[in-house]
C-alpha cells in the first residue's frame, strides 16, 4: 500500500509555469508506475501522464504533450509533473495515482489503485 500527498498548486497567468510534486509514503514506491490525472469543474477525471517504474517511459494526455513532463526520484519515494506554457483550460485539481501491476501505468482511472487528495491549479488569462 502507499499513500500519496501531492503540493506545488497555485494560481498563475497563462504562458506561466508550475510544478507539482507528489510524495509517497511505502517501501516499494519504485514498483508502481505512477499518474497524473485532472478533474475540472463539472467534467470528468481525465488523463494527464503517465512514468514508468524506471522513469524511463512516459505516455501523454494530447492536450498537454509537448508543455508537461513527468518524471519521478525513486530514492526521493517522490513523482513530479512539471507544468510550461499553462493555459486557462488547464485549470483543474490535479492528483496523483499509483498502479501496482503494471510496469507503466494506462490512461484509465480504473487502473491505478491509490490516490491523492489533490491540489488545486488555477490558471487565469
Known amino acids: 500500500q502507499v499513500r500519496l500527498v501531492e503540493s506545488g498548486g497555485g494560481s498563475v497567468r497563462a504562458g506561466d509555469s508550475l510544478r507539482l510534486t507528489c510524495a509517497a509514503a511505502?517501501?516499494?514506491?519504485?514498483?508502481?508506475?505512477m499518474g497524473w490525472f485532472r478533474q475540472a469543474p463539472g467534467k470528468e477525471r481525465e488523463f494527464v501522464a503517465t512514468?514508468?517504474?524506471?522513469?524511463?517511459?512516459?505516455l501523454y494526455a494530447d492536450s498537454v504533450k509537448g508543455r508537461f513532463t513527468i518524471s519521478r526520484d525513486n530514492a526521493k519515494n517522490t513523482v513530479y509533473l512539471q507544468m510550461n506554457s499553462l493555459k486557462p483550460e488547464d485549470t483543474a485539481v490535479y492528483y496523483c495515482?499509483?498502479?501496482?501491476?503494471?510496469?507503466?501505468?494506462?490512461?484509465?482511472?480504473?487502473?491505478?489503485?491509490?490516490w491523492g487528495q489533490g491540489t488545486q491549479v488555477t490558471v487565469s488569462s
Open positions: 495515482a499509483a498502479n501496482p501491476r503494471a510496469v507503466i501505468g494506462g490512461r484509465e482511472r480504473s487502473e491505478y489503485d491509490y
Open positions: 512514468i514508468s517504474w524506471s522513469g524511463s517511459s512516459t
Open positions: 511505502g517501501r516499494t514506491f519504485s514498483r508502481y508506475s
